[in-house]
């Protein structure tokens, strides 16, 4: 069995266990409200620019990430079943379905890096350089500009988010191999899954935020 | 009555931690690694203290220097510019360094296992991480006055701060985000150990209020915290790279970071009240011996402050150009926040109500703490009515007011706390008779310092300014030397109570004669704290008036 060390602060290890997960619970409620600036400014920039506002997001590219949607939501699957595996003590399963997971989180980086790239080229990134192609009027290209820089911070502070959920499936595989104590308990799999859906459901917000606002019709 | 049960005890005689005496957590691992490695709670209290009594001094002589500087009416001590950077260290260093972790850090750590029958908290690893934490902002912030200082305010208000302060903007911002991690992992200990250690018996309506106080603190710093640290990040971004975010000349808008700070801000004044208001809720009933007036709702007066604390961020906004609406709504919801404080004034006034009072130090810090918190709340009124807000925004009104609350309420708690439980840290008695001096000199320091500033306040002097007309001078000399006085009062405690450590009395375990559970165990503590784990079978607060 590879059940976990008990902490001496704990009196048994379902105890242990809930407060673990209670505890990554708590950290994700204040990991949400770490996105909160961005979400409120995107609010007040909605609220006060709605035209640039649309006019910004037509500039996204809707198809990467749509994809990027899809790469994600499947990456969660496979955490998901590799929580599962976890839990049956298939230790072994639960590895190669960690390591798809980080390959899908890989795969999600590196067209979010491609996508900035493009958006960089078309002088989209704020600043000296900003330049968006079709719009003159300084209020809207201040509009549009706010847009970007709120997409940059978030998508950036998603994919750092990411990279920590990356690493943390990497760990677990090179250390699942032990048994406890050198290795970690099979909760571990579910408390980095947790965290893993957390990205997933941040992303399922920024997704139609930034990509699909005022494309209907267009 | 006999003295045992005059002893009120609420654990289980059967159960008591009598027998099988462990060291206690002092004894053995003497050496300094031994500490900065340590993952007990009390140790890491102990750690706490000492730095947060470090950076208190430090952002006294800030104090210090400007009540100097405004001694005379010309602005002859100090430059403008080096004015701009004392009050801003000074404030920095208050709320981020002090006020913030002051309780639950120190005293929190050191009491929430205790007081929920607990051996340590839930993630040791994580309360020792958050002590670094802590240091490493400070570091951080220390670096960045040393460097040449910020002259922004402690608020950071863009665009000066994002755009034209030539001072070192973005490293302070970093020491406070540094900060604000050590925060939310603080909090989020707590929460979980709340949730999942409490002893046997111990239910939720049977926790000191002390715990509830932190409990919702720490709800706050979780939930507000990681709104700073964005806010600041992006302050940071349009620094570095003069993206309009905030600035209106590049299209941002300065309203947007007022908002986004003051919602981490204002809860933020609740972080340091409402520990303070569980450590009176503490010592109070203790030394008037009579259980707490109302305890449930004590506890759900506590929820409220920190649910309604969350509404009221408009307040600080009412002359900055925000809609006349949404003045009108945030003026109604700061009002509504003054109810769950008034039930908490009028629960411990009542709680006094025939008590056999006890005047002991502890007492006395507790009942100015009262006393100040009711003048700072008081006041607090006059600057939620939006008319009113008008004419005193921005004038030393408001600076007394929050010192009435900040200084008056928590430092007044915090060391009420400290000298309370004490004899449970160090296992050593003070002297009474100095602690009770030390608070009379305090709480005289304190008003003749602060009250002066509500009149100046009141006649339009505004605030931040190093210079200011002549007719102001009078109750500018009184609070200086108010000044004064409570700098004498705080240097007191730190001679008796480091005297106490080599030569006080041996404490016993219960020396005051509590009911918390905290008490139940030796002074000071064995390192797991008890050595059986505590059954509670009695309600909390069951004080008995004392025999003659």
Not at chain 2, 511 to 524: F, V, Y
Request: glycine fraction near 8%; hydrophobic fraction near 50%.
């Amino acid at each position: 069995m590879s059940a976990p060390v008990l902490e001496p602060q704990f009196a048994s290890h379902a105890q242990q266990d809930f407060a673990r997960s209670f505890g990554m619970w708590v950290f994700l409620a204040s990991e949400l409200l770490f996105f909160g600036p961005l979400l409120f400014g995107y609010l007040y920039l909605r609220m006060h620019a709605p035209h640039a506002t649309g006019m910004a997001s037509r500039h996204t590219d809707m198809l990467l990430g749509t994809v990027n949607t899809a790469v994600l939501l499947t990456s969660s699957f496979c955490m998901a079943l590799a929580g599962h595996a976890a839990q049956g003590n298939d230790r072994r399963r639960a590895t190669r379905l960690l390591a798809l997971t980080a390959a899908l989180g890989v795969v999600f980086l590196a067209i979010k890096g491609f996508e900035w790239h493009q958006e960089f080229d078309e002088h989209l990134f704020p600043g000296v350089g900003f330049h968006p192609a079709d719009a003159t009027d300084p209020a809207t290209v201040h509009g549009i500009e706010l847009f970007f820089l709120l997409y940059f911070a978030a998508t950036a502070l998603h994919a750092l988010h990411l990279t920590i959920g990356v690493s943390a499936c990497v760990w677990l595989m090179l250390v699942l191999r032990h048994p406890p104590p050198r290795g970690p308990g099979n909760e571990a799999v579910e408390l980095a899954g947790l965290y893993w859906h957390f990205v997933d459901v941040v992303w399922i917000f920024l997704y139609p935020l930034l990509y699909l606002t005022a494309r209907s019709g267009g | 009555m006999t003295s045992a049960q005059n002893d009120a005890s609420i654990v289980d005689e059967g159960t008591a931690p009598h027998e099988r005496r462990e060291p206690s957590y002092l004894a053995g691992g003497y050496r300094l690694i031994d500490w900065l490695t340590t993952r007990d709670h009390k140790r890491i209290a102990v750690l706490y203290a000492i730095s947060i009594t470090f950076f208190f001094f430090l952002g006294g002589v800030a104090a210090a220097l400007i009540r100097l500087e405004l001694a005379t009416p010309q602005g002859d001590l100090v430059s403008d510019d080096t004015y701009n950077k004392l009050f801003t260290a000074h404030g920095i260093i208050m709320v981020w360094l002090f006020l913030i972790p002051s309780i639950p850090a120190v005293l929190g750590n050191f009491l929430m296992p205790l007081m929920i029958g607990a051996r340590d908290l839930a993630f040791p690893r994580l309360n020792l991480a958050s002590w670094y934490l802590y240091m490493a902002g400070g570091a951080i912030v220390l670096w960045a006055l040393l460097a040449g200082g910020v002259d922004t305010g402690w608020t950071f208000y863009t665009p000066f701060s994002s755009m034209f302060s030539n001072s070192h903007v973005v490293a302070a911002l970093s020491g406070v985000l540094v900060l604000g991690f050590s925060s939310i992992l603080t909090g989020l200990n707590f929460i979980v150990s709340v949730h999942t250690l409490r002893a046997r018996g111990l239910s939720w309506f049977r926790l000191p209020l002390f715990v509830w106080a932190n409990y919702a603190t720490s709800l706050i710093l979780v939930l507000a915290t990681p709104v700073l640290a964005m806010t600041l990040v992006l302050v940071a971004i349009e620094r570095l790279f003069q993206v309009g975010i905030f600035d209106p000349a590049l299209g941002g808008d300065p309203l947007l970071f007022q908002h986004l700070f003051w919602f981490y801000s204002h809860p933020a004044v609740y972080i340091m009240v409402l520990p303070a208001m569980g450590v009176a809720s503490e010592i109070i009933p203790c030394f008037a011996r009579r259980p707490v007036f109302g305890y449930r709702f004590m506890a759900y007066a506590i929820l409220a402050i920190a649910v309604i604390g969350f509404l009221v961020w408009g307040h600080h906004m009412f002359v900055s150009g925000q809609s006349m609406y949404a003045g009108m709504v945030f003026s109604l919801l700061s009002f509504l926040v003054a109810i769950p404080s008034a039930i908490k004034v009028f629960n411990w006034t009542a709680t006094l109500y025939k008590g056999s009072i006890r005047f002991s130090a502890p007492m006395l810090y507790a009942l100015g703490f009262v006393g100040l918190f009711t003048i700072g709340g008081l006041t607090g009124l006059f600057l939620a009515s939006l008319a009113l807000d008008v004419h005193l925004s921005d004038t030393y009104f408001v600076v007394a007011h929050f010192h009435y609350i900040m200084v008056g309420g928590s430092v007044m708690a915090y060391l009420g706390g400290i000298h309370f439980w004490w004899p449970k840290v160090t296992g050593r008695m003070y002297s009474d008779t100095w602690g009770k001096i030390a608070a009379l000199v305090i709480f005289a320091g304190f008003n003749l310092t602060f009250f002066p500033q509500y009149l100046l306040g009141y006649a339009g002097m505004p605030r931040r300014y190093h210079s200011y007309p002549g007719e102001f001078q009078l109750l500018h000399v009184l609070s200086s030397a108010g000044a004064v006085i409570l700098a004498v009062g705080y240097l007191m405690p730190l001679g008796y109570l480091a005297w106490s450590l080599r030569y006080g009395a041996r404490a016993t375990p219960n020396p005051w004669r509590a009911t918390g559970l905290e008490w139940q165990t030796d002074s000071p503590p064995p390192e797991h704290n008890f050595a059986i784990a505590p059954v509670v079978v009695r309600e909390p607060y069951a004080y008995t008036p004392e025999g003659p």
